[in-house]
């Protein structure tokens, strides 16, 4: 059974996601952009299609998490 009475804290961060519409000249549809604005660093970084921002978000959860873990998972001596 967990100890709820010894668990961490939640990590947060904020990304703000824009996404928009690419139409011709027509007015039809091309394609759909994204980019996300890191709240904390005033960053932002531009994805061509989905793909790339999941593979973003993905690797960045990863990066995030293991940069992380020692400031609240400490290994034991």
Known sequence: MPN?????PPLYHHFVLL???ER???GRHVTW?????DSQEEAR???KNL????AFLEG???DSSEDRS????PKEI
């Open 4 to 8: 709820f009475s010894q668990a961490r």
């Open 19 to 21: 996404l928009w519409e």
């Open 24 to 26: 011709d000249a027509d």
């Open 33 to 37: 952009r994204f980019s996300l604005q």
């Open 45 to 47: 970084i531009g994805f």
């Open 51 to 54: 793909e790339e921002l999941n």
């Open 60 to 62: 960045w959860m990863k």
């Open 70 to 73: 020692a400031e609240y998972f």
